[in-house]
């Protein structure tokens, strides 16, 4: 393969590095795309079961900024591919337990103890996965493509979640509600895990970031990346949680809860539900790459202040418009979410990484991004299912998203660009 000529780094470890987002993401959003399923084989069925497997979610999200932490100063001190490896190694292992899983009907409660336990392992290993990736491309990418390179990560990731939703849409659909809730369940979690193994002997033999060997030739490592970063970087981490908490509740709620809210809200069935919100993903990996070239072009603080706009205005009406019972207005309101969302992911990935020099960068991502994450992303789609039932309003969802939009504007009109100066029209 050829070489980056910018950055030292093969055209084969690039790809790989971006495109193993796909099976992180899949592996991950897979337990959302299947709420409805999950909630009848480990907690029984019932009113309270879709409740107790978001909240669920919820409480294992608290683990990604821990696993963040870990993983960052493996990355920050000892090198970004030792911390790839060990984190795809982890998420293979808690698939595959997943997948392996005893149900309620077989041994209770215990079931969903089980599952929790697994989340929670899954999601300790997630938390260094896309920080990583975003690193490692921002750091091998020439400087006036960093937009759209790192914007493939968060383009890839979304193929992780077309993949989820569309295996679970097939699983879901081609197999009898009896069979799904006794064994076919276990198929996406399978399949996911093969994927995982697959990804770790592909980033068996990347290289080193030539950042991270930058650091090392020159002896400017940090010996506590944690303390370097809380030292030097407190405004970076600001401004990293805020920009990742806009990615995150559009991400979230926008996207990965809006089969679950179409399921109970607008009455659709789990395939219905799954191959609309499929649809919805296909928007996601188009409008990915164009927005990170556009923040090439123009600035990463121009496109986050114009998607964070679209965040504050269009989500009430468009949860309004997919609680109405016509599927063609909810698919309209499904994939202008998905397009909101992925916007501001693509250019939400380079502008929290930028923040940062080399030394401390995933640590810092770590602080910042995964902390938005776990509280914006975690916890939301619960809060979403809580407040539509408990207000009887299904925009509630919409209200989050835009009340998130309007807090982090102000953060975005003060923030500084950070795409390189050289890549200023001239």
Not at 31 to 51: E, K, Q
């Amino acid at each position: 393969m050829g070489v980056n000529d910018r950055s030292g780094i093969s055209r084969r470890s690039m790809v790989v590095a971006a495109f193993s987002t796909v099976v992180e993401w899949y592996d991950f959003t897979l337990y959302l795309y299947l709420a409805t399923v999950l909630s009848r084989v480990f907690f029984g069925g019932g009113a309270a079961s879709l409740g107790m497997t978001l909240g669920g979610f919820a409480i294992a999200y608290i683990m990604r900024p821990l696993g963040a932490a870990v993983f960052g100063h493996v990355g920050d001190r000892y090198g970004r591919r030792r911390m790839m490896l060990l984190s795809m190694a982890l998420m293979t292992a808690a698939m595959l337990a997943t997948a392996m899983l005893p149900t309620y009907a077989q041994i209770g409660p215990a079931a969903g103890g089980l599952l929790l336990l697994l989340r929670c392992v899954m999601s300790f290993s997630v938390g260094g996965e896309y920080t990583g990736v975003v690193a490692y491309l921002l750091e091998g990418a020439s400087t006036n493509r960093r937009g759209l390179v790192v914007s493939w990560a968060a383009a890839a990731s979304e193929v992780g979640g077309l993949l989820a939703a569309g295996i679970a849409a097939l699983t879901v659909g081609a197999i009898g509600v009896g069979d799904l809730d006794i064994w076919g369940w276990r198929i996406p979690f399978l399949v996911g895990a093969g994927l995982a193994a697959s990804v770790w002997l592909a980033r068996s033999v990347m290289e080193e970031s030539p950042d991270f060997e930058r650091q090392a030739a020159g002896g400017t490592v940090p010996d506590n990346p944690l303390r370097h970063t809380l030292t030097n970087h407190r405004a970076g981490i600001a401004r990293g949680f805020a920009i990742s908490a806009l990615g995150s509740i559009t991400y979230y709620v926008g996207i990965t809860y809006v089969p679950a809210f179409l399921a109970s809200a607008a009455k659709m069935s789990e395939a219905e539900a799954l191959w609309l919100t499929t649809a919805a993903a296909l928007v996601v990996i188009l409008v990915t790459p164009f927005t990170g070239a556009l923040s090439d072009r123009v600035g990463r603080k121009p496109v986050l202040i114009g998607v964070c706009g679209c965040a504050a205005v269009l989500p009430v009406a468009m949860f309004s418009l997919m609680a109405g019972g016509s599927y063609g207005w909810a698919l309209c309101g499904a994939l202008v979410l998905a397009a909101v969302g992925g916007s501001v992911s693509a250019v939400g990935a380079v502008a929290t990484a930028e923040q940062f020099p080399g030394e401390g960068r995933l640590t810092g991502l770590a602080l910042g991004v995964t902390a938005a994450t776990a509280l914006f992303g975690g916890l939301a789609p619960y809060l979403a299912h809580l407040l539509a039932q408990a207000s009887g309003r299904p925009i509630m969802p919409g209200v989050m998203i835009a009340a998130v939009a309007l807090g982090v504007l102000p953060v975005l009109l003060k923030m500084r660009e950070t795409r390189p100066p050289h890549e200023q029209p001239s």
